[in-house]
């Protein structure tokens, strides 16, 4: 309530002399009693104070002559206008007056407001009045008070002395109804400090994700709202579990320490707030609780509380309990509203919270794992290198001693173990010998040889193809007290040794570490039984070549031991052939058709046809020897092949139309020269036309088609020799080139054939620095022959047998 007093006011009789005007009005004109209207208007608070003395006469509120001539001046006033004597009874009162307290002129004139207001409201009204009284000044104050319908009114009222025309003193008070102003600043009010209060958590929210730290700021925020002595947030959160934030006032003593039960709490509660109810408590005295909740809150002296649910989702997280302990203290709606927003946003942050929280433990839980990860990868890739170099090594050498040497330095290196060294066995003496090792710090144990009787428990888990390890209990003499991994050396023929590892004791080996040592005992394994298939292949490659060099031996000195005797039998034969001639003329008999002719010329025919073929036998045989060994004379000269070539396969068309074959030679524009050794070119196509005719059934054709390939480095010719109506098997392909081979039933015309000629050819096309394949498909059989257009002077000799 608001009170202040101003200066007395001035003798009312001095305004006698006046004439009657309204204070601050445009004209001050007299006043007209008779325009209450337009009067109403014009007249306030202060002009009615000027006015009044000068209009009341010497009367008593029961004069009703003079009371009908003063109402209507009285009602032109707009605020509420009263006059009292001084026993406080209502003299007069203006129709705003009686409107703003609710009752009639009638029911007020003669009473004083302990007859319409109780009596703590009316008190403040009698003060005044006596205070005003005592001292002559005027006093002004905020009051309050229930109007007769009910409504709670604030006054601002204003009291002042005054006399009548004949002198008495009389109580002026006029009223502004300022309800609704203070009305309105109580909701600007309520509304600033839910606001304030909102924006605490806000900013709380954006610079902190932290539950506990969002909590305290809220229950800080929340006493400084509500002007309370304690707030605190009881979580039941089965890890935060009791009082995890509180708010003090000064001298209150906290709670946090103190066990459940004695914090205010018991179960029922907790089943009371479930469903989301609150409880507002403003006087525990007067509350009905249970005994042993009342007696607690008694012994903490709160007199009145206010507790709220927080809610996590559907969870009932915690309690907001606000205690007031200096008084009772009603708990006002709209502060029950506020913090009825301020629990729905603290669920919502403090599940947020709790989710970034485990984001962010996750992230560093992801973070650890990928550092771990990280360094287990790079420990990966250097075990992955280690392998490699040794695999490496296996794949490009041979030498089971290097490989082996590599092995056992490269895991000593990678693991950074004391030593290590592997050992092979020999099963049928039942021994193990330590043939290759790498030590950093260790003596040499190369050279030792073990008896596996003597370890059973070693190696009977090992032959079994188990790794294990160990640390000895009693110190080694040499090595000390070591951690040792033992992993068998094995494949999938058993096992062939094993590998040792010797580290401190400190510390054992890890997965990752037995997985590398196991990989590098299967390249181990690998290195070992490769050196022996090697030299198991050595050996017998070694045989092979002796005895290929005995068939070359025994090829070569028969074919020069039989070419003299062939040749005096072809001698022979051609003057046995002159003789035959000359007495029974034997050519005449050679012309005539075979089944005409006499037995003496078949006779002669065979001998000759026989004697033919072993001289070819035996010149193809002497020929291969030479290109086997290297000496084969080349002669590379130019050989122009449009002018060449169709003198050769012409001499084939004879043979080829006797046997009803077509034989064609197609050449490319502007073939370029061709600089080779004429004699083996001419030997290799005779060589294919010659198996072309016969193989060719009657009714098929033969091609021969030159190109140029000048898209190849240097330049090359190729040479196409196609034949149809037959077709060489997939599985013959590969040993056609074979010596002494040939295609079981592929000669239609029983010509026989030594087997040679294909084998001389590909010798022949190796040493003019050429290829030749072979496609066979569809009854379409082609031989190419690719040369270079220039033949060096050094030609690539052939290699192996």
Known sequence: MNQHQSTPHPDASSLLTEPLTVPGSASESPLDLDNSKSTSQALDRDAAAEILPVLLPDLRPDCQQESLILNPILNAIADPLSVKDQQGRWCFLNQAYCGLMGYSQSELLGQSETVILSASEAEPFLQADRQVLATGQTYEQEVGFTDADGYQRVVLRKTSLMRSADGELLLLSTLQDITQRQEAERTLHRQSERNRLLAAIAQCLLQSFSPEQLLQTTVNAVRSFLQV?????????????????????????????????????????????????????????????????????????????????????????????????????????????????????????VKQAKLIQQVHQLNAVLECQVTQRTQQLQTALEFEATLKRITDRVRDSLDQKQIMLTAVKEITEALGVKGSNTALYDLEQGTSTIYYEYNRSLPSYQGRVAQMEAFPEVYRQLLEGQYFQFCSKEPNPVRGQVTMLACPILDDRGVLGDLWLIKDKESGFNELEIRLVQQVANQCAIAIRQARLYQAAQTQVEELERLNRLKDDFLSTVSHELRTPVTSMRVALQLLGVTLNQEFDLNAELQKPKPEQTRLARYYLILQEECEREISLINDLLDLQRLDVGNHPIYPEAVVLPQWLPDLVNGFGERAKSRQQSLTLVLSEDLPMLKTDLASLERILAELLNNACKYTPPGEQICLEVISLPEVDMGQLSFRLTNTGTEIPAAEIPRIFDKFYRVPSADPWKQGGTGLGLALVQKLVMYLSGEIVVESQDQRTTFTVNLPTQLGPHPMSVLGH
């Open 229 to 349: 002595d304690r707030v605190l947030f009881y979580s039941f959160d089965a890890e935060t579990k009791g009082i995890v934030a509180e708010s003090l006032g000064e001298d209150v003593p906290t709670l946090t320490n103190l066990p459940r039960k004695k914090a205010c709490f018991i179960p029922e509660d907790i089943t009371y707030y479930r469903p989301g109810r609150f409880q507002a408590i403003a006087d525990v005295g007067a509350a009905s609780l249970p005994t042993l909740h009342l007696n607690q809150l008694h012994h903490h002296r709160i007199q009145a509380y206010l507790v709220l649910p927080i809610f996590e989702g559907e969870t009932l997280h915690g309690l907001i309990c606000a205690h007031h302990c200096q008084s009772i203290r009603p708990w006002q709606d709209w502060e029950v509203e506020t913090l009825n927003e301020v629990v729905a946003q603290i669920g919502n942050a």
